[in-house]
């Protein structure tokens, strides 16, 4: 019977040694450690530098494309506004009006109507922005004739009320 307890007690030793337990904390720093030396070791790799470097570069190129996309972008839109004022200009537009009316035929524009069909429809549509400005010299005091064909003068209109001519 002795014999068959020390084979008891042996077969207990060998179940205690093979059930060692993990924690969740031993599985991750070991996990980690493993993590850190496989990082450490394809770090050193020519490979992985180089596509560091190509990364880098393309990222730069990149960022210059997309800066030379908004130049491009900035400097039609410029190109745009002003050949839509040379237009505007050319349509005989007043001046004082010309910002205005670009802005009033841009907002007619759409997917079947260009900028001069606008233009042309707005100007039929507000003659008063287009032509030359007239300024016409228009006289505020009474015309009193002295009978004569020419205009008068200030001097002859003063020297009529006073001697009391009337016509």
Known sequence: MQEENK????????VEETTKTYTKEDI???FNAGMKKAK???????????????KKNSQNESDKLNELETSN??????IEELKTLIKIKDSDCKKEYQSYVSYEVNKLIDENTDFDTALKNFKKENPQFFGETI????????VLGNGGTSGQTTNDIM??????IKK
């Open 73 to 78: 972008q900035k400097q039609t839109k410029e």
């Open 40 to 54: 450490a070791e394809f770090q050193k790799n020519s490979d992985y530098k180089s596509f560091l470097e190509w």
């Open 7 to 14: 084979d008891v007690e042996k077969t207990e030793e060998v």
């Open 159 to 164: 020297n009529g009320l006073l001697r009391g």
């Open 28 to 30: 991750d720093n070991s």
């Open 135 to 142: 300024i016409k010299k228009v006289q505020t005091s009474p």
